[in-house]
């Protein structure tokens, strides 16, 4: 199979070329990404949803994560990303449906990938039960959501743990509830940086509905 080809930037995010996946996360080369995050908002209460990744995933198997996140190829425009979205959660969006929160830099540096990402963050804001999503088990195993103000006070650094509850899907398709408790270590690993930006940029949209 032919390997995806990404656009690759300088760190001032000028184009400068493309290179393949593997490529880029092997050097360290800067590319594009699109994240959207998932918030509902009912009697008041904010939550927010993050998708449990596939134990199938080649990168950061069985961890939490961005409700809907992938990588943008050299062939696609950032609206092109919504295919994320539909793909891992089966929900149907259209940009109009989204809110940009900008373009945050987001790093990862393992010893097995240095992932360095341009991403084009999103806020999808929904009241759909956990029944309606349709997961793509390749890529998502489970759905959970949390209280919005918690995983504010986990990005800052004060609380160790933020509750959560949903379902997992297990490898014998089995349905699962889950409520438990879950620390930093069960995250994927995204910048801290880029975290304190997207919870602060949520939590002025949340301020600026009420």
Not at 3 to 8: D, G, Y
Not at 125 to 134: A, C, G, I, R
Not at 138 to 165: C, P, W
């Amino acid at each position: 199979m032919k390997e995806e080809l990404l656009k690759i930037f300088d760190e001032s995010g000028n184009h400068i070329g493309e290179a393949s996946r593997s490529e880029v996360h092997k050097k360290g080369l800067w590319h594009e990404t699109f994240h959207c995050w998932l918030l509902s908002i009912i009697d008041d209460q904010a939550s927010i949803y993050f998708q449990i990744r596939s134990h199938q995933k080649k990168d950061y198997p069985n961890l939490f994560d961005i409700t809907a996140a992938g990588h943008l190829l050299s062939t696609e425009t950032v609206q092109d990303g919504l295919r994320e979205v539909k793909e891992e959660l089966g929900i149907e969006v259209k940009m109009e449906d989204v809110i940009p929160l900008g373009i945050i830099k987001n790093s990862i540096i393992l010893e097995t990938i240095i992932d360095h990402e341009l991403s084009h963050v999103f806020l999808l804001k929904s009241d759909k039960p956990f029944t309606d999503f349709n997961l793509q088990k390749e890529e998502v195993s489970g759905i959970v959501k949390a209280d919005f103000n918690q995983f504010y006070q986990f990005a800052h650094g004060l609380r160790d743990t933020v509750e959560v509850d949903g379902f997992q899907i297990t490898e014998t398709e089995e349905k699962i509830p889950i409520q438990k408790s879950i620390d930093k270590d069960q995250f994927v690993s995204h910048e801290s940086n880029y975290l304190l930006d997207v919870v602060e940029l949520i939590k002025n949209h949340i301020h600026n509905e009420f």
